[in-house]
């Protein structure tokens, strides 16, 4: 019986927080950025995610994100939703981010808390309000405490849903069941920001994946999703086992950025698995790992 209950999709339901191709020297190769854009929009994409933990925002400078937003929104036109970052543990600077992903014409934020010097609640709350409110762009906050140091409260959460552009949450806490929650008291759509738990958070209601594995996978991203929607939840459990794998030799360990890369040149779809310090390349026997999942999934021959 089909669901009756597909959940608001203001995101679309298929994201991937993209991959930021350099050349070898380091420097932005953007004819790779909008190849790989346009691979994941045809694979089933209706979201791409610019700059963010993936696409090595910390060490992209505000003229190449914004090259990087005009680059891809060329390429895949109105075909999908052009995410920008504007995190900062500055709130100034995230509101030049966010002001000029604006004017480089995404359609969209992703604002998170500010990492490493732990602000209060209030702080929290007075900085992603100040992004938001910089720009008329749509937002998505991010909840990720494992790298920003601080949680984003349901008290927190509750006045920041109140905002007009906050229209989602892209959660990567793990706690599906505390979104959940979340979800019926703010209204607010939810994302999941863990691949590993992409099943949960669906079945859960969530709205979408925003995926590092997505790389790879969309298509099989965009199944899950379709099957989801279907109310066919024991097809969807299967088709999300098959998907472990290659969502364990990217994630598994917590290293999506170099992983997705090395997998990107594997499959052809970028020339150099370039990274910028401090993230360095896989080793060998990851490597190995990485190929032989890629070859067992039929993604390789």
Not at 54 to 65: D, I, N, V
Not at 237 to 260: N, T, W
């Given at each position: 019986?089909?669901?009756?209950?597909?959940?608001?999709?203001?995101?679309?339901?298929?994201?991937?927080?993209?991959?930021?191709?350099?050349?070898e020297?380091?420097?932005?190769?953007?004819?790779?950025?909008?190849?790989?854009?346009?691979?994941?929009?045809?694979?089933?994409?209706?979201?791409?995610?610019?700059?963010?933990?993936?696409?090595?925002?910390?060490?992209?400078?505000?003229?190449?994100?914004?090259?990087?937003?005009?680059?891809?929104?060329?390429?895949?036109?109105?075909?999908?939703?052009?995410?920008?970052?504007?995190?900062?543990?500055?709130?100034?600077?995230?509101?030049?981010?966010?002001?000029?992903?604006?004017?480089?014409?995404?359609?969209a934020?992703?604002?998170?808390?500010?990492?490493?010097?732990?602000?209060?609640?209030?702080?929290?709350?007075?900085?992603?309000?100040?992004?938001?409110?910089?720009?008329g762009?749509?937002?998505?906050?991010?909840?990720?405490?494992?790298?920003?140091?601080?949680?984003?409260?349901?008290?927190?959460?509750?006045r920041?849903?109140?905002?007009?552009?906050?229209?989602?949450v892209?959660?990567?806490?793990?706690?599906?069941?505390?979104?959940?929650?979340?979800?019926?008291?703010?209204?607010?759509?939810?994302?999941?920001?863990?691949?590993?738990?992409?099943?949960?958070?669906?079945?859960?209601?969530?709205?979408?994946?925003?995926?590092v594995?997505?790389?790879?996978?969309?298509?099989?991203?965009?199944?899950?999703?379709?099957?989801?929607?279907?109310?066919?939840?024991?097809?969807?459990?299967?088709?999300?086992?098959?998907?472990?794998?290659?969502?364990?030799?990217?994630?598994?360990?917590?290293?999506?950025?170099?992983?997705?890369?090395?997998?990107?040149?594997?499959?052809?779809?970028?020339?150099?698995?370039?990274?910028?310090?401090?993230l360095?390349?896989?080793?060998a026997?990851?490597?190995?790992?990485?190929?032989?999942?890629?070859?067992?999934?039929?993604?390789?021959?």
């Amino acid at each position: 019986m089909a669901n009756t209950t597909i959940p608001a999709r203001p995101f679309g339901s298929v994201a991937v927080a993209m991959v930021t191709p350099f050349f070898e020297d380091g420097s932005l190769d953007t004819e790779s950025c909008q190849k790989l854009a346009l691979k994941l929009v045809d694979d089933g994409c209706d979201a791409l995610v610019l700059s963010g933990t993936t696409g090595e925002s910390p060490t992209t400078h505000q003229p190449e994100k914004d090259e990087l937003v005009r680059a891809v929104k060329a390429a895949v036109g109105d075909r999908a939703t052009i995410i920008a970052g504007a995190g900062s543990n500055d709130t100034a600077h995230a509101v030049r981010m966010a002001q000029s992903a604006e004017k480089s014409g995404a359609d969209a934020l992703l604002v998170l808390a500010p990492y490493y010097n732990r602000p209060s609640q209030e702080g929290v709350y007075q900085h992603i309000r100040a992004v938001t409110e910089s720009t008329g762009l749509p937002v998505m906050l991010y909840d990720i405490p494992g790298r920003t140091g601080v949680k984003i409260t349901d008290d927190t959460l509750m006045r920041l849903a109140e905002l007009e552009q906050v229209l989602a949450v892209k959660d990567a806490t793990g706690d599906v069941a505390a979104g959940l929650k979340k979800m019926h008291s703010t209204g607010l759509a939810y994302y999941s920001g863990d691949d590993s738990l992409n099943f949960s958070w669906l079945a859960h209601g969530a709205s979408g994946v925003v995926s590092v594995a997505g790389h790879v996978m969309s298509a099989r991203l965009r199944a899950l999703v379709a099957l989801m929607d279907a109310g066919d939840v024991t097809s969807a459990r299967e088709e999300f086992y098959a998907q472990l794998p290659i969502i364990d030799a990217i994630m598994g360990g917590g290293q999506g950025a170099v992983m997705a890369k090395e997998a990107l040149k594997m499959l052809g779809v970028i020339p150099h698995a370039t990274l910028r310090l401090p993230l360095v390349g896989a080793s060998a026997p990851e490597l190995e790992s990485l190929h032989a999942a890629l070859a067992a999934g039929g993604y390789l021959s």
